[in-house]
């Protein structure tokens, strides 16, 4: 909640006189308060964080460099989450339920919710199927008190794209929206589903009520009942009914409600979705063991039909138990049912289980260390550290003639601001704001680990190891099959630390 | 903006076969060439040739090529051809010999000594930086731009009577009867509206077109140009490996802004960043022209130019220059110490039209020129604007016509379809009737070539 | 009105001509190098000196090309060029010169175009510091050693920066784009300045432990839209097909090492723009069968673990998953093909906790010695 106060502020901060006028009052009126603590209990609006008390002048009157730390702050945010390894549903089911009712005709996100929603689901669905290459999807809308079916359970991203098109672009946003009707049809259609894979329903609900025709609370019940977990994305403002049944099928978290602040917001929401769901209990799905298929592709010299589209295609994958032709994966084979991937789908899923662990701050005291990114060579502000100010000569003493100029005219702009500099806890090195998010986001590998200190490089405190002696250890000669050894970085991680002896007796043989 | 920089080049394809041999044999020239002449494919082409010791044959080369791409495939054949750069023997191509080995000692470095510039080996006492050299161009560029438009100049920046001579002959200005004084011709003010490197290079090709007429060697003219362009911005150069001609040209080119040097008799030279530019293409915006722009663009070097939706522009300037180049499309309305105000009708740009402005030129000056605060916006002028502008312009061009050659009376009726379709492949075709057996195409020569294969097959 | 066709005037190019930026990820391990040359012939120094002038190729076909070059060493993964601003950019071997001949040096470089001599000399110089940095040691402990997960990731993160502003290729950012905007470069819808390509040279075998960090590498290439080149010398590959493939690059083979420059000026010289319209040699069977982890077989058809995606050729003894100790639930493999039924719900729970010592027995005592 915080946030949104924060946002309310900032955009009321750009109004005419009045309201700030006004805010600066209430500050002083509240600092007296605090003198005198009599406040016995606050109301959490009472707290509101003014964008332009947190701002620090630098020395000479310039705020770059808070609006520097600003900016990173803000951009870290998103960033900065739970990185112990713990196990996830990465074969997930999931059913998505758009609200195309009248309510969505609203043009607080614009160009207006019904577009926005629209655009944002497509881009939902090629996340999804990124993030989570062997899990199924299917979209369901609540229209004019129906719930209408847009594509059905599948797992390629192209089919639910062009359902997309074709059923849900040219609709128009009428009537009410059923939540009840919606969330039985996404219940029927995960019926079927195996109980390996988690079952999801992610809700968009753009209205304020819901016209069901009997008592949802029963729906609710039966969806507990089926080990169904529940997000909803609220547009206009919370619902109780929603939140009561995010928290009834999710253990009583309602972390899986949000309401959205800004389009961005609203992405930011939906994005969060695509990522395979914590599991907590042993109840939302069982472990199994699943028969998969791994078909070699082959180029023909003439156009066959695809058992799949009935197209004419030239090269496809061959199903290994049917020898039918599929021309998409991965996908379960139209004749024998067999589930067919490519082992490089397995290899998409892997960083969801080994999380790259969050990189901290360099405080100014070490900032004297690094002079630019170990990765990408983006300069670091240079603020001459009061401690020990040979040291830092000594660092960025070899430095060409440009750079330390550029750097000296830096130096009063930023006195106050952050160092801009984030290190990985593992080796050390230091990296800038932007490598950081995209080594968290895309990456998901840290290039310092990787790359291994080298003695040339300055700008890392010291040079650990232990990531390499590890790996060293497990080079085998004979290893020329990759899943096997990606089993063995399976096992090196935490989730058995059990089995540690078991595995590397494998690789010593 | 490119297409004017373009126009220079094609002059350059003019040029007979026995030049482009001679020009070919500098290091500089022929990397120079192959990077500003050659479309992406035939770079390509030539790059895949350039290390086979072997011809290849065309069939190869057109194997190589996605079979829907063929109109590329063909501009790039014929841009090859055209520069003499590939010989074709018993249906395989082959690089020209000279090209061949020249750019190869470009890529791997083996040239001779001093084939891209050769450094003073000694300290220049009165040596500059490269902030000198910048605002030494910048000042004299901009007070040929400003005799031009005929502002004041200090008499000591005015521009010498080598660069007088240069714009009277390239008819950017002429010489009125009414006055000794030149006058700005309306080719002037078009100039005065192309980018920075595009008017260097219009400059520099007037100055070759009137070099061979002062019979200068146009080879020796171009070697240089385009050695001026792979050198490196605040080095100083020696003279000693210059020719006769160009050390004649320095002189010249000093008075452009193009080098510097600190005295006539002094033996070393430098270049500055409107040298250094020379050779990059345009379509690259990004850091070199950009950065020549900021070089010559008038103190301010982030823009100036609003213009808003309802055609009223606000520029934030108060060099008289740019006002004199916005009063030739736009209507002013009123003018602060540092802001200009105007307003684009259709008056203003028929006027400019008629001047021989195109609607191209003065969207993309204004483009450039934008300010930071419309630079946000994508697109960076209000859509409106720019429509009615290039609207404006059409309202003239009810008729167009296209220099060309008129084919007819084919045999059959497929060869009149297979020269269609060929012509349309290398994107001459005009216009063609079916019925009548009629071709118009804007080149004729591969044309006649291809007519010419067909009709003796066997060979 | 319709007569006016003002069609002509509006040619906007979608796509603008963006520059390339070309990075080269060359192995510089001595050993693999010294068995290539013992078998083909082709040495270090010659191939860097063709890897050069491939670079200087590129770097001609437009002033704004850029180009990175990065090795993929013994250990791990360094920049040659452009080096690590602050570090050291003087040659080793340059520093003990006379004056005179310092001179003649100079004069030399004279001779060549200075953007490639720039690249020259940076990566020659940071070369020499790598290996004359490396000891005998290092060597003998790490003769296959390989970087490759390192190296993609700098390479990916620096052309993060360069191609899109450090923005990630996310187009969402509103704010992000206008700051690229006013930088004053071309840009295309997804806020990328310069398109991006990767080369790899490659002479050492599959730094097998690296599985997921390469892969992990190579969604991220294929997210950012930049192929993955591969010219693999000696040791064929799996890891490195697959990265080709996922993100639509050129693999080869090249029969004749010797012939090292024909084949990149060939292969992987075409920009964004000339793949466009050029038919480039692809790999067509890339191996995409898996290894099971019980016994490494290369597999058709196999049995995966839910919890964990470990691959086994058979379903595991007790139906304990041997890699995360999962207890698992083998019953749906027997009705394969028939409609699956949502298990009864009276049957008992897994227990997964208490399974770690009984699991390490399982699989240490129950899986037989890998052949090899």
Request: charged share 20%; hydrophobic share 35%.
């Given at each position: 909640m915080a946030d949104s106060d924060e946002d309310f502020v900032l955009e009321s901060s750009g109004d005419e006189r009045g309201p700030r006028t006004r805010g600066s009052r209430r500050q002083t009126r509240k600092s007296k308060k605090e003198d005198a603590s009599a406040a016995p209990r606050r109301e959490k609006w009472e707290d509101i964080q003014r964008s332009w008390d947190t701002v620090v002048e630098a020395a000479d009157g310039s705020i770059a460099g808070a609006v520097i730390g600003l900016l990173e702050a803000t951009k870290r945010k998103r960033l900065l989450r739970d990185t112990t390894p713990i196990q996830r549903g990465i074969i997930r089911h999931l059913v998505?339920?758009?609200?195309?009712?009248?309510?969505?005709?609203?043009?607080?996100?614009?160009?207006?919710?019904?577009?926005?929603?629209?655009?944002?689901?497509?881009?939902?669905?090629?996340?999804?199927?990124?993030?989570?290459?062997?899990?199924?999807?299917?979209?369901?809308?609540?229209?004019?008190?129906?719930?209408?079916?847009?594509?059905?359970?599948?797992?390629?991203?192209s089919d639910h794209l062009t359902a997309l098109q074709e059923k849900a672009f040219p609709l128009e946003p009428k009537g009410a929206s059923s939540l009840q009707n919606a969330l039985e049809m996404a219940r029927a259609e995960l019926f079927h589903?195996?109980?390996?894979?988690?079952?999801?329903?992610?809700?968009?609900?753009?209205?304020?009520?819901?016209?069901?025709?009997?008592?949802?609370?029963?729906?609710?019940?039966?969806?507990?009942?089926?080990?169904?977990?529940?997000?909803?994305?609220?547009?206009?403002?919370?619902?109780?009914?929603?939140?009561?049944?995010?928290?009834?099928?999710?253990?009583?978290?309602?972390?899986?409600?949000?309401?959205?602040?800004?389009?961005?917001?609203?992405?930011?929401?939906?994005?969060?979705?695509?990522?395979?769901?914590?599991?907590?209990?042993?109840?939302?799905?069982?472990?199994?063991?699943?028969?998969?298929?791994?078909?070699?592709?082959?180029?023909?010299?003439?156009?066959?039909?695809?058992?799949?589209?009935?197209?004419?295609?030239?090269?496809?994958?061959?199903?290994?138990r049917c020898s039918s032709k599929i021309c998409f994966l991965p996908t379960e084979c139209p004749c024998c049912g067999l589930t067919l991937i490519l082992s490089t789908h397995l290899a998409r899923s892997y960083h969801h289980l080994f999380p790259l662990k969050n990189w901290v701050e360099v405080p100014w005291s070490d900032a004297h260390l690094s002079t630019h990114c170990f990765s990408c060579h983006f300069a670091f502000p240079l603020n001459p550290p009061p401690t020990s100010p040979s040291k830092s000569r000594q660092s960025h003493g070899l430095t060409t003639k440009g750079f330390e100029k550029g750097s000296q005219s830096q130096n009063n702009s930023t006195q106050n601001a952050v160092s801009q500099r984030y290190a990985c806890?593992?080796?050390?090195?230091?990296?800038?704001?932007?490598?950081?998010?995209?080594?968290?986001?895309?990456?998901?590998?840290?290039?310092?680990?990787?790359?291994?200190?080298?003695?040339?490089?300055?700008?890392?405190?010291?040079?650990?190891?232990?990531?390499?002696?590890?790996?060293?250890?497990?080079?085998?000669?004979?290893?020329?099959?990759?899943?096997?050894?990606?089993?063995?970085?399976?096992?090196?991680?935490?989730?058995?630390?059990?089995?540690?002896?078991?595995?590397?007796?494998?690789?010593?043989? | 903006m490119s297409s004017q920089a373009m126009k220079g080049f094609e002059q350059l394809e003019g040029l007979p076969e026995a030049i482009f041999k001679r020009l070919y044999q500098q290091p500089a020239t022929s990397l120079a060439i192959f990077r500003r002449m050659l479309p992406n494919l035939a770079k390509t082409f030539v790059m895949a040739m350039l290390f086979n010791p072997d011809p290849i044959p065309i069939s190869t080369l057109e194997g190589w090529v996605h079979p829907d791409k063929n109109s590329l495939k063909e501009e790039a054949f014929a841009k090859l051809r055209q520069l003499h750069l590939v010989t074709e023997r018993q249906g395989t191509f082959a690089l020209d010999a000279t090209f061949k080995t020249e750019l190869t000692k470009a890529l791997t470095g083996g040239g001779s000594p001093g084939s891209f510039g050769l450094p003073c080996d000694t300290d220049d006492k009165n040596k500059v930086d490269i902030s000198f050299l910048d605002k030494y161009a910048t000042e004299q560029w901009e007070s040929i731009l400003h005799f031009m438009v005929g502002n004041e100049v200090p008499s000591s920046r005015r521009p010498s009577e080598g660069v007088v001579r240069l714009l009277l002959h390239g008819k950017l200005m002429e010489q009125t009867r009414a006055s000794s004084e030149a006058v700005i011709t309306q080719l002037g003010f078009s100039f005065l509206l192309q980018e920075a490197n595009a008017q260097v290079w219009t400059l520099l090709l007037l100055y070759l077109d009137m070099a061979e007429q002062l019979r200068m060697d146009p080879v020796d003219i171009l070697h240089f140009l385009f050695l001026l362009g792979s050198l490196e911005l605040g080095q100083d150069y020696d003279m000693k490996s210059l020719t006769p001609t160009q050390k004649g040209m320095l002189e010249d080119l000093r008075d452009y802004g193009i080098v510097y040097q600190r005295k006539s008799s002094s033996r070393r030279f430098y270049p500055t960043r409107l040298a250094t530019a020379l050779t990059s293409e345009i379509r690259a915006t990004s850091s070199p022209s950009r950065s020549i722009q900021n070089a010559i663009s008038h103190g301010d070097e982030n823009g100036f130019l609003i213009v808003e939706t309802n055609y009223r522009m606000y520029a934030y300037t108060n060099s008289p220059l740019q006002i004199a180049v916005?009063?030739?499309?736009?209507?002013?309305?009123?003018?602060?110490?540092?802001?200009?105000?105007?307003?684009?009708?259709?008056?203003?740009?028929?006027?400019?039209?008629?001047?021989?402005?195109?609607?191209?030129?003065?969207?993309?000056?204004?483009?450039?020129?934008?300010?930071?605060?419309?630079?946000?916006?994508?697109?960076?002028?209000?859509?409106?604007?720019?429509?009615?502008?290039?609207?404006?312009?059409?309202?003239?061009?009810?008729?167009?016509?296209?220099?060309?050659?008129?084919?007819?009376?084919?045999?059959?009726?497929?060869?009149?379809?297979?020269?269609?379709?060929?012509?349309?492949?290398?994107?001459?075709?005009?216009?063609?009737?079916?019925?009548?057996?009629?071709?118009?195409?804007?080149?004729?020569?591969?044309?006649?070539?291809?007519?010419?294969?067909?009709?003796?097959?066997?060979? | 009105m319709d007569n006016v066709d003002g069609t002509e005037h509006y040619n906007f190019k979608s796509n603008p001509d963006l520059p390339t930026l070309q990075v080269i990820i060359i192995d510089t391990n001595p050993v693999a190098w010294e068995l290539l040359k013992q078998s083909s012939g082709l040495g270090f120094p010659d191939a860097l000196s063709q890897i050069l002038i491939f670079a200087n190729a590129h770097l001609a076909f437009s002033l704004s090309n850029r180009a990175a070059v990065i090795a993929n060493h013994l250990d791990g993964a360094h920049f040659l060029s452009p080096a690590p601003p602050g570090s050291d950019l003087t040659d080793p071997d340059e520093a003990n010169l006379t004056p005179e001949q310092q001179k003649i040096v100079s004069q030399q470089k004279a001779s060549q175009y200075r953007v490639f001599r720039i690249l020259e000399d940076e990566v020659r110089a940071s070369y020499r510091r790598l290996i004359?940095?490396?000891?005998?040691?290092?060597?003998?402990?790490?003769?296959?050693?390989?970087?490759?997960?390192?190296?993609?990731?700098?390479?990916?993160?620096?052309?993060?920066?360069?191609?899109?502003?450090?923005?990630?290729?996310?187009?969402?950012?509103?704010?992000?784009?206008?700051?690229?905007?006013?930088?004053?470069?071309?840009?295309?819808?997804?806020?990328?300045?310069?398109?991006?390509?990767?080369?790899?040279?490659?002479?050492?075998?599959?730094?097998?432990?690296?599985?997921?960090?390469?892969?992990?590498?190579?969604?991220?290439?294929?997210?950012?839209?930049?192929?993955?080149?591969?010219?693999?010398?000696?040791?064929?590959?799996?890891?490195?097909?697959?990265?080709?493939?996922?993100?639509?690059?050129?693999?080869?083979?090249?029969?004749?090492?010797?012939?090292?420059?024909?084949?990149?000026?060939?292969?992987?010289?075409?920009?964004?723009?000339?793949?466009?319209?050029?038919?480039?040699?692809?790999?067509?069977?890339?191996?995409?069968?898996?290894?099971?982890?019980?016994?490494?077989?290369?597999?058709?058809?196999?049995?995966?673990?839910?919890?964990?995606?470990?691959?086994?050729?058979?379903?595991?003894?007790?139906?304990?998953?041997?890699?995360?100790?999962?207890?698992?639930?083998?019953?749906?493999?027997?009705?394969?093909?028939?409609?699956?039924?949502?298990?009864?719900?009276?049957?008992?729970?897994?227990?997964?906790?208490?399974?770690?010592?009984?699991?390490?027995?399982?699989?240490?005592?129950?899986?037989?010695?890998?052949?090899?």
């Amino acid at each position: 909640m915080a946030d949104s106060d924060e946002d309310f502020v900032l955009e009321s901060s750009g109004d005419e006189r009045g309201p700030r006028t006004r805010g600066s009052r209430r500050q002083t009126r509240k600092s007296k308060k605090e003198d005198a603590s009599a406040a016995p209990r606050r109301e959490k609006w009472e707290d509101i964080q003014r964008s332009w008390d947190t701002v620090v002048e630098a020395a000479d009157g310039s705020i770059a460099g808070a609006v520097i730390g600003l900016l990173e702050a803000t951009k870290r945010k998103r960033l900065l989450r739970d990185t112990t390894p713990i196990q996830r549903g990465i074969i997930r089911h999931l059913v998505l339920v758009l609200d195309l009712s009248s309510a969505m005709v609203e043009k607080d996100l614009r160009p207006t919710r019904f577009l926005l929603t629209l655009r944002y689901a497509r881009d939902f669905v090629t996340e999804y199927f990124e993030q989570n290459p062997i899990s199924q999807l299917s979209i369901v809308a609540m229209h004019d008190g129906l719930a209408m079916r847009i594509s059905d359970m599948g797992g390629n991203p192209s089919d639910h794209l062009t359902a997309l098109q074709e059923k849900a672009f040219p609709l128009e946003p009428k009537g009410a929206s059923s939540l009840q009707n919606a969330l039985e049809m996404a219940r029927a259609e995960l019926f079927h589903t195996p109980s390996h894979g988690t079952r999801e329903i992610f809700v968009i609900f753009g209205a304020l009520s819901s016209s069901d025709p009997a008592d949802i609370h029963e729906t609710i019940n039966a969806l507990v009942d089926d080990r169904i977990q529940i997000r909803v994305v609220g547009l206009a403002a919370q619902v109780a009914v929603c939140r009561e049944m995010v928290m009834k099928t999710n253990d009583g978290d309602d972390s899986g409600y949000g309401v959205v602040l800004d389009e961005a917001h609203y992405r930011e929401l939906m994005m969060a979705a695509t990522s395979p769901p914590i599991t907590k209990s042993e109840s939302t799905s069982t472990p199994s063991l699943l028969m998969m298929g791994f078909p070699s592709r082959t180029v023909e010299n003439f156009e066959t039909l695809c058992s799949c589209h009935s197209n004419l295609t030239k090269g496809g994958y061959i199903c290994p138990r049917c020898s039918s032709k599929i021309c998409f994966l991965p996908t379960e084979c139209p004749c024998c049912g067999l589930t067919l991937i490519l082992s490089t789908h397995l290899a998409r899923s892997y960083h969801h289980l080994f999380p790259l662990k969050n990189w901290v701050e360099v405080p100014w005291s070490d900032a004297h260390l690094s002079t630019h990114c170990f990765s990408c060579h983006f300069a670091f502000p240079l603020n001459p550290p009061p401690t020990s100010p040979s040291k830092s000569r000594q660092s960025h003493g070899l430095t060409t003639k440009g750079f330390e100029k550029g750097s000296q005219s830096q130096n009063n702009s930023t006195q106050n601001a952050v160092s801009q500099r984030y290190a990985c806890p593992d080796c050390k090195t230091h990296f800038c704001i932007d490598c950081d998010i995209f080594a968290h986001e895309s990456l998901h590998n840290c290039p310092g680990c990787q790359a291994v200190p080298a003695s040339v490089t300055k700008g890392r405190a010291n040079v650990s190891s232990t990531t390499t002696a590890n790996s060293r250890k497990l080079v085998g000669h004979n290893m020329k099959t990759q899943v096997a050894e990606a089993t063995k970085m399976l096992e090196k991680s935490k989730i058995a630390p059990g089995n540690g002896t078991g595995s590397s007796m494998d690789v010593d043989v | 903006m490119s297409s004017q920089a373009m126009k220079g080049f094609e002059q350059l394809e003019g040029l007979p076969e026995a030049i482009f041999k001679r020009l070919y044999q500098q290091p500089a020239t022929s990397l120079a060439i192959f990077r500003r002449m050659l479309p992406n494919l035939a770079k390509t082409f030539v790059m895949a040739m350039l290390f086979n010791p072997d011809p290849i044959p065309i069939s190869t080369l057109e194997g190589w090529v996605h079979p829907d791409k063929n109109s590329l495939k063909e501009e790039a054949f014929a841009k090859l051809r055209q520069l003499h750069l590939v010989t074709e023997r018993q249906g395989t191509f082959a690089l020209d010999a000279t090209f061949k080995t020249e750019l190869t000692k470009a890529l791997t470095g083996g040239g001779s000594p001093g084939s891209f510039g050769l450094p003073c080996d000694t300290d220049d006492k009165n040596k500059v930086d490269i902030s000198f050299l910048d605002k030494y161009a910048t000042e004299q560029w901009e007070s040929i731009l400003h005799f031009m438009v005929g502002n004041e100049v200090p008499s000591s920046r005015r521009p010498s009577e080598g660069v007088v001579r240069l714009l009277l002959h390239g008819k950017l200005m002429e010489q009125t009867r009414a006055s000794s004084e030149a006058v700005i011709t309306q080719l002037g003010f078009s100039f005065l509206l192309q980018e920075a490197n595009a008017q260097v290079w219009t400059l520099l090709l007037l100055y070759l077109d009137m070099a061979e007429q002062l019979r200068m060697d146009p080879v020796d003219i171009l070697h240089f140009l385009f050695l001026l362009g792979s050198l490196e911005l605040g080095q100083d150069y020696d003279m000693k490996s210059l020719t006769p001609t160009q050390k004649g040209m320095l002189e010249d080119l000093r008075d452009y802004g193009i080098v510097y040097q600190r005295k006539s008799s002094s033996r070393r030279f430098y270049p500055t960043r409107l040298a250094t530019a020379l050779t990059s293409e345009i379509r690259a915006t990004s850091s070199p022209s950009r950065s020549i722009q900021n070089a010559i663009s008038h103190g301010d070097e982030n823009g100036f130019l609003i213009v808003e939706t309802n055609y009223r522009m606000y520029a934030y300037t108060n060099s008289p220059l740019q006002i004199a180049v916005l009063n030739l499309f736009a209507r002013l309305i009123s003018r602060f110490p540092n802001l200009v105000t105007a307003r684009i009708t259709r008056e203003s740009i028929r006027q400019a039209i008629g001047k021989g402005i195109t609607a191209e030129q003065i969207i993309d000056y204004m483009t450039v020129n934008a300010h930071p605060q419309l630079r946000k916006n994508t697109p960076v002028l209000p859509p409106t604007v720019v429509d009615q502008i290039r609207l404006w312009q059409i309202e003239g061009e009810r008729m167009k016509a296209t220099p060309g050659y008129l084919f007819k009376e084919f045999s059959t009726n497929s060869e009149f379809n297979a020269v269609c379709r060929y012509a349309n492949d290398l994107g001459v075709l005009v216009w063609a009737d079916q019925n009548k057996g009629n071709l118009f195409v804007s080149k004729h020569e591969q044309i006649a070539d291809f007519i010419r294969k067909r009709a003796q097959p066997n060979r | 009105m319709d007569n006016v066709d003002g069609t002509e005037h509006y040619n906007f190019k979608s796509n603008p001509d963006l520059p390339t930026l070309q990075v080269i990820i060359i192995d510089t391990n001595p050993v693999a190098w010294e068995l290539l040359k013992q078998s083909s012939g082709l040495g270090f120094p010659d191939a860097l000196s063709q890897i050069l002038i491939f670079a200087n190729a590129h770097l001609a076909f437009s002033l704004s090309n850029r180009a990175a070059v990065i090795a993929n060493h013994l250990d791990g993964a360094h920049f040659l060029s452009p080096a690590p601003p602050g570090s050291d950019l003087t040659d080793p071997d340059e520093a003990n010169l006379t004056p005179e001949q310092q001179k003649i040096v100079s004069q030399q470089k004279a001779s060549q175009y200075r953007v490639f001599r720039i690249l020259e000399d940076e990566v020659r110089a940071s070369y020499r510091r790598l290996i004359k940095s490396t000891t005998v040691e290092d060597l003998e402990k790490n003769p296959n050693g390989s970087a490759l997960s390192g190296a993609l990731g700098l390479a990916l993160t620096y052309i993060n920066r360069v191609c899109f502003g450090g923005t990630g290729g996310r187009s969402g950012g509103a704010e992000e784009k206008v700051k690229i905007n006013s930088a004053g470069g071309k840009v295309d819808d997804t806020g990328r300045m310069m398109h991006a390509k990767i080369l790899i040279v490659s002479v050492t075998p599959d730094p097998a432990p690296q599985y997921i960090s390469v892969m992990n590498g190579v969604f991220a290439a294929q997210r950012l839209k930049v192929p993955i080149d591969v010219c693999k010398l000696r040791e064929s590959t799996v890891f490195l097909q697959q990265a080709a493939d996922a993100t639509g690059g050129v693999y080869m083979e090249p029969e004749h090492p010797k012939g090292l420059l024909q084949y990149l000026m060939m292969g992987f010289l075409p920009d964004q723009l000339a793949r466009e319209s050029i038919i480039l040699p692809t790999k067509v069977d890339v191996d995409f069968r898996a290894a099971c982890f019980c016994h490494k077989k290369v597999l058709d058809i196999g049995f995966v673990c839910s919890i964990c995606l470990s691959i086994f050729c058979q379903p595991p003894e007790g139906a304990v998953c041997s890699t995360c100790g999962t207890k698992l639930d083998v019953s749906s493999l027997e009705n394969i093909g028939k409609p699956v039924v949502a298990p009864p719900k009276k049957k008992k729970k897994k227990k997964v906790t208490d399974s770690l010592s009984e699991s390490g027995v399982a699989s240490a005592a129950q899986s037989p010695a890998p052949e090899g």
